[in-house]
Structures are given as C-alpha cells and as structure tokens.
C-alpha cells in the first residue's frame, strides 16, 4: 500500500496506537518490532479488541483483511508522518539539547497555547517512535506545532528533521549527556547541531541562548536569529531568588520585570527566557506570557517540589549526566536549610568516562556539608567516597522508610533506568 493510500485511511481512523494495552476503539494499530518484541505477532489481537486497522510487514496466512501489509511498519509510520506534516502550513517548533528540552517545550507550548492552538510532544515522545506520532497527532485546526527531539546518538536528529520538517528550531544546550553514543562533547554539539544544519539549509529561524558561546559557532550561517540570555539579546533577564522557587528579574523584553515561577532551580533560567522570547516573537500577549509561566506546575519527577510527611522532597528522577546534577546538587546548596539530605542514582550513557564522571560527583558532594548522602547504583559503586551506598532504588526506600526525617530538605536525582521515585513509596 502507498503511503497516500494509507493516508486516505488515517483520514477516517487519526489514531495510531503502538501498544495493544492502550488500544481505543477505531484505533489504526501499527505492529512495530524491536529486539525484544514483534507486533507484528498481536496484529488479530489489536483488530478483536477494536482497532480498524493493523497496519503490518509479515504477512499471515488466512490474514485478515484488515491487515494492511509494507515493506517495514516503522517506516510506513515515519512515512505517514511526513505527508500528515505536508498538509500543514504552519510553524513547526523543533526542540533539541542535552538538557533542559522537555522544561523548554512544556513552558513554549503552554504560552502559544494560550493564545494558539498549539499542538506538541505529550510526556517524552521524543524518539525514532514518538516524533512521528507525536506529528500524526495534529488536528486540522492546528495553529502551532512543538515538536521535542531526543538523540543519543550523530544522525538520529537529522533523520527526525525529514520527516518534521522544522521551521524554526531550538538547541537549549550541549552537555555531558549520551557521551557513550556521541562519542565525546564535540559529538554531542555535532548530534544536536544537525538541528541547526536542516534550518540552515532551509532558511528557517532559531531561537538561541547568547550566553553559551557554542551556540553561536553553531548558529553560523542561519540569518535569522531570535536571542535571549542573561546580558544580550531580544529577551534578558537573571535570577532573582532560586529557592524555593524561581524567580527572574527582566531587563528587556516584557514590561513587567518579575516573573515568579513554580520551577526548582537556577538552571531553569535559559528556559524561562526562551518561553518569553518564543511568546514574544510569535506575538502572544505579555499578560498571557508570564501569567503561563508563572501557572506552571513540573510533573513527572522533574524537578517537582514535593510535601511529603513534613519534609521538602525535590524529586528530579526523570533523567540525570553530569551537567544537570552538578547543577541540581549546586543549587541545592543554595537552600538556607542546614538539614539537607542527598539521594542520588547512578547517571547512565557516559561510556569510559562514566567512573570519572561519578568521582567527580562525589569530590563536588564532599566540598558541601550534608545531613545524610545516600548514592545509588550505577558507576557510583566504583567510586572512592564515604557515603551510604545501595546497589538500587529499592534498598534505598527501604532505608529511607527507617529514618525518622523532620523539616528536611531532600534532593533525589537519577538517571531514569535507576527509578529513584520509588524511594518515595
């Protein structure tokens, strides 16, 4: 079936599902297969239990007609993708870096969503899966469309931007992330450059943070340039207070010079900045832009300020490298308290410098003063330090559920494959 053909489809049934378990009724079901699963083996499954369609590559015998049969589901999925994108005569915001990009996207969208109807990546659909799907989510009534872009490896954004087909882009920074994929920093700068290079070649805009000089080198050749930072730019602000909470003083940009936000953390600056520039540039209302940034709430473990049996939990699970949790535990410090416990689960992808990189944690953790520090899994298990330590987030909890904490402040940060949200019960 070609890919228009399979498009007239998609019109009567805009629902594409991956995983029989969240299967709705009317679904276009697409059997996609990995190392360790084949969809193509719950194709009669996903049609009893409702969908329209099963879109697959190994044909059955006696198979249904409702089997709609390619060469490769996951490129029929990308496929689609693309044409779906091809109706669409409107900004499509892609969002990149090693840091930072799910914040950026969730304060972007949620300020030309107050203004636009914006659709965007839901939760961390930011893969090779995810973006595809994410595109095929949009409706006919789209105003503005966000895109977020994840990559641990050179080439995966640049196969993203073909089917995506950015018109502007944001690369919100290049860390320490993914290092065993990219291959060192300068990979990273190039994996996530690839970004750039596609609107580069297509006479698109970036938005682009001044204070990171990379980003200019990287930006070289792109005419048009949206700026924001702490000192130069359309929009400049620093911060004002960073605990509890977030506060940026404005210096130019909006007329109104606090903006109060609900977010953990220093490091979060850049990406309030870069929601005010996206507000401003696409002409959303100032009152509309700081009311949205200010009305945010983070959820799904990044950096959420919690309440829980009278203590103040930062619960930042939901990724971690090197450069956000030297962030996370710097700002950390800054918090008045002296009663300041430390949880911290091992940082995945960093290659043979991953034992470097966890001792370096541990020397920055032993030149502050803490209540407790308890380090988890991962390369911390190689490293010199005089902390507890738990092979896994589990002896964690279980160790935590025997203390007797009161009005403490805990930061509890981790890769994602280490769970550290199940400290909390």
């Known amino acids: 079936m070609t890919t228009p053909e399979l498009y007239n489809i998609y019109l009567q ?39 329209a369609y099963a879109v697959i590559d190994e044909m059955q015998e006696g198979a249904d ?42 304060l972007g969208s949620s300020v030309l969503a107050s203004h636009y109807k914006t659709y965007t990546t839901q939760g961390n659909l930011n893969n ?41 882009g944001i690369i919100t920074n290049c860390g320490k992330a993914h290092l065993e994929g990219f291959g060192g920093i300068a990979g990273v700068r190039k994996g996530k450059g690839e970004l750039f290079d596609y609107i580069r070649e297509h006479n698109g805009a970036i938005f682009m943070y001044d204070d990171y000089d990379y980003l200019h080198s990287m930006g070289n050749g792109i005419a048009q340039k949206y700026v924001y930072g702490t000192y130069s730019g359309t929009v400049t ?23 109060a936000t609900q977010l953990v953390g220093d490091y979060n600056l850049p990406n309030v900045l870069c929601a005010i520039a996206i507000g401003k540039y696409f002409g959303v209302p100032e009152e509309k832009i700081v009311s949205t940034i200010e009305q945010y709430t983070p959820s799904n473990s990044r950096s959420q300020m919690l309440e829980k049996d009278g203590n103040h939990i930062i619960l930042d699970a939901y990724n971690a490298n090197p450069t956000s949790m030297r962030a996370a535990i710097e700002n950390f410090t800054k918090f008045p308290s002296t009663e300041k416990v430390l949880m911290l689960g091992g940082m995945m992808e960093l290659g043979e410098d991953s034992i470097m990189e966890h001792q370096q944690i541990v020397d920055l953790i032993t030149q502050h003063r803490w209540k407790q520090v308890v380090l ?34 805990l930061l509890i940060k981790g890769s994602r494959r280490m769970q550290m949200e199940k400290i909390l019960g």
């Open 128 to 168: 090779h899966i995810g973006v595809p799907l994410t595109i095929l989510s949009i409706q006919k009534d789209a105003e503005m469309a966000v895109i977020e872009m994840g990559a641990n490896h050179q080439k995966e954004i640049e196969g993203y931007c073909v089917y995506t087909k950015p018109t502007h």
């Open 65 to 106: 007609e409702r089997m709609i049969g390619v060469p490769d589901v996951l490129q029929a999925l990308q496929d689609l993708a693309s044409y779906h994108r091809d109706q669409f005569n409107i900004p499509f915001i892609a969002i990149t870096g090693s840091n930072g990009k799910t914040t950026t996207k969730e």
């Open 237 to 259: 602000g620093y911060v004002q207070a960073s605990e509890p909470f977030l506060e940026v003083a404005i210096t130019k940009g909006l007329e109104q010079k606090i903006v």
């Open 376 to 409: 988890v899994g991962g390369d911390f298990a190689s490293t010199k330090h005089p902390y507890i330590y738990f092979p896994d987030s589990l002896a964690a909890a279980n160790w935590y559920q025997q203390q007797d904490f009161q009005n403490t402040y």
């Open 13 to 51: 049934h805009p629902s594409i599902q991956t995983d029989t378990r969240k299967l709705k009724q009317g679904d276009i079901f697409f059997a996609l297969k990995g190392p360790n699963f084949n969809g193509n083996l719950f194709a009669a499954k996903a049609l009893e239990a409702g969908a």
